[in-house]
């Protein structure tokens, strides 16, 4: 399904053999894509507190000494050497914390970072349980 202007939509419709002979998207498919329109245009809120719960990650994050990178949801804690990157991953994991460490060849050699997925159902507590265990994972890996 694509989103686009009215004149390359006819475009296609007429130009394109695959859509000249192909069949359209059920009614509920349409009708569902405009109900996800209206979610998205009324979902300000839920991207406030994505941004706000983002921020006040980072700069914990940063208060207890890790450098971090990333200015939306998405956020890199550098650890830099690779087996511990995992080694961290793993712990957080037996927490129930699910965090990917990215290693070489996805950054470079001996610049791992842990990849954090923000989202606008994350809270204060769950920051602070992050970073806890975080903290205490990095101590214990080396």
Do not use: C, W
């Not at 927490?95 to 606008?120: D, K, Q, S, Y």
């Not at 994350?122 to 975080?134: Q, R, S, T």
């Amino acid at each position: 399904f694509v989103l686009l202007p009215f004149t390359i939509k006819e475009y296609l419709l007429n130009f394109s053999s695959p859509l000249i002979y192909t069949t359209t998207l059920p009614e509920a498919h349409a009708a569902s894509a405009m109900d996800i329109l209206d979610i998205i245009a009324g979902a300000k809120k839920l991207r406030d507190d994505l941004l706000n719960i983002s921020l006040l990650m980072k700069d914990s994050l940063r208060q207890e000494g890790f450098r971090v990178t990333g200015d939306a949801h998405i956020l890199a804690i550098e650890i830099g050497d690779e087996t511990k990157a995992l080694g961290i991953s793993k712990g957080l994991l037996e927490n129930n914390i699910f965090v990917f460490a990215a290693r070489h060849p996805t950054v470079p050699l001996g610049r791992a970072i842990l990849r954090i997925g923000m989202t606008a159902l994350h809270n204060k507590n769950d920051v602070a349980l992050f970073i806890e265990a975080l903290k205490g994972m990095h101590g214990k890996v080396r």
